[in-house]
C-alpha cells in the first residue's frame, strides 16, 4: 500500500522541522493543481484526554434497559475504546436530609454499573452533582447551593465512592451542571465550590480527585471570574458549547475557544498543568433544547460534530465530551449516538465519525496543530507511544468543501507500520454490527511520500495504532 492512499490523510510532527506538502485539487479531474507547503505550528495539547461523551444513568431504569442491553452498550464503549464520560450525579438520589444515606437506592445502582464499566475499561470519569436548587433537585433540609450542608453530603457520597467502592476511574468533580442558569448567582455558586473543595479536603480527597469548573454555557463572563477567583481551587477549567454551522464551517469555532484559553493562561499562573475541557459540544441550529436535534439521524450531523471536535483539538482542548453518547441517559432525549431501547438501541450515522476520533485518538498522546492553509477543510494530527521508542499516528481530516482534497506527506524515520484508513461520507457503509470498517489497510513505509486524497463533505481517520 505504499505509494497512493485514495480517501485517507495522514501527517506527522516529530519535534524539528516538518514540512507537509498539501495538494488541494480544485475537481475530480483537475487541469491544474494548486499546492500549498505547510509545516508544524506547535503542540496544541501535550497530554490529550480524549474524545469522549456524555453518559448519564438517570432515566436507565425508566427505559428499561436490562443487562443484556447494557452488555451491548458495553461492547459499543469497548470498540470505541471511550477515553472519558461526563456523568451526573444527584445528592438527591443517595441523601435524603437530616445525615441520612442510603448506598443501595435504585438510582445508586444504576449509577454504580456505569461506574464499574468505567473502572474496568479505563474510562476517566467526570462526575457532575447537577445541584440542589431546581425543583427536580431539591434535597430535604439543604437551602440552596452555598449551603455547608450541601457540601458535607457531598463530601460523603465522594468519600464512599472513591474509598469504599474504590472508584479510582472518578478523575475530576464539577458543581452543578451549567450554574449559570441553574444557580444564576455567581457568588453563591462560588461559595458552594469553596464549601466542597473543603470537604473534599477534610477527608483527604483532595489528592485524588480534581474540581474541574465553571461549566458555564453562553455565559463567557463565568469562565473569566473562575480564572480570576477561583484558580486556587480549581485544577482544571470546562465549558459547555452548542453552535451553528455558520461558526464551524468556516472554521471560526477553534479562534472561539482559543480565545478562552488564553484568558486564562494570562489569569491563572499554573494553568499550564490545568486542562481545558468542552464538557457539552453539539450542533445548536435546529436544537430542541434540552431534549435533541432535529438533525440528529442525518450524515451531516456526524460531519458537524468531526469538525467541531477537530477545531476543538486544535484549540488546546484537552478532551471534547458530545453531548451524549445515547437516548437511554434521560427521558425523552434524542441527542445521543444511538436510539433508546424502545427504538432498538439503533447506531446512528454519527456514532460512525465520533467513534472514530475516540478510538484513533487516545488518552495521553499529542495533538499537533498544523498550519491551516484553507478556510474548506481542518487538519488534526496525533502520535502516541506504542513503546520501545515506537510511536504510533493518528489524522484526522475533515474537508468541508466541494473539491477532492489531496495531500502528501513524508515521515522522516518512520519506517514501515501498518496503516488503516476510515472514511466517513454520505456513500459509505459501516461494517459489522455497524462499526466502521477500514478502506485501505496495509503496510506503508512512512520514509516515502504518501499521497491521500479525501472526498468533499467527509471525514477521513488514518492510524499505524495496532487495534
Known sequence: MEGKLRYAAWGVGFAGVLALVVLVKLSSK???????????????????LG???????????????????????????????????????????????????????RDMQSLYRQLDLCQRENVTVLLTDWGCEPEWLRIPGIKDVADPKYAEAIGTYMDYLINQRRYTCIKYFILVNEPNYEVRSWDRWRKGLENVAGALAARGLDERVTLMGPDH?????????????????LGAYDIHRYEGDDVV?????????RRQWEYVRAKDPESDRKPFVIGEAGLNDDADHPYGNRRIDSFEYGLFMADYAVQAARS????????????????????????????????????SAWSLLSKYFPKGCTIHRMDQPSSDWRLLVADASLGSGRRGWSICLVNRGRKLVEIKIKFPGGGKQMLKGFVYSCDSASGVDGYPSPTCPGEVDLDQELSIECPPEAVVVESTLPY
Not at 464551517?249 to 475557544?257: D, Q, S
Not at 453531548?323 to 436510539?339: E, R
Request: glycine residues 8%; aromatic residues 16%.
Open 30 to 48: 483537475p487541469s491544474k493543481t494548486e499546492v500549498a507547503s505547510i509545516g508544524f505550528e506547535s503542540v496544541a495539547c501535550e497530554d490529550f
Open 316 to 351: 488546546g482542548a484537552a478532551a471534547v465530551s458530545a453531548w451524549m453518547l445515547d437516548d437511554n441517559s434521560h427521558p425523552g432525549f434524542y441527542w445521543g449516538m444511538w436510539t433508546n431501547k424502545s427504538k432498538g438501541l439503533k447506531l446512528r450515522p454519527w456514532f
Open 217 to 233: 454555557s453562553n455565559a463567557d463572563e463565568w469562565l473569566q471570574q473562575a480564572a480570576d477567583q477561583l484558580s486556587d481551587i
Open 51 to 105: 474524545f469522549g461523551a456524555e453518559w448519564d444513568s438517570r432515566a436507565y431504569n425508566e427505559h428499561g434497559v436490562t443487562e443484556e442491553d447494557f452488555e451491548l452498550i458495553a461492547d459499543r464503549i469497548r470498540w470505541m475504546r471511550l477515553p472519558l464520560v461526563r456523568t451526573m450525579m444527584q445528592t438527591r438520589w443517595c441523601y435524603s436530609g437530616e445525615g441520612k444515606f442510603d448506598w443501595e437506592t
Open 249 to 257: 464551517r468556516p472554521g471560526l469555532l477553534e479562534a472561539y475557544f
